[in-house]
């Protein structure tokens, strides 16, 4: 199993498509913000890692 996965979704901000590497052993359920890399947003990104990968993802505008 890969250490890094790779999660495509929508920007909250701006619509563009972006991925970021996903850190399957960092534990079962993730939370971080980062940063659009079309709009310079921050985003606030929730996941949920299971044995086959993201099961659960959510990214939402930073407040």
Not at 6 to 24: H, K, L, Q, R, T
Not at 35 to 46: A, F, K
Request: hydrophobic share 30%; proline share 5%.
């Amino acid at each position: 199993m890969p250490v890094e996965d790779e999660y495509s979704f929508v920007c909250p901000y701006c619509s563009a498509e972006i991925s970021i590497g996903v850190d399957v052993t960092a534990g079962r359920r993730q939370s971080f913000t980062t940063d659009c890399e079309v709009c310079c947003q921050p985003i606030s990104i929730r996941l949920t890692v299971e044995s086959d990968g993201v099961t659960a993802f959510n990214a939402e505008r930073e407040s």
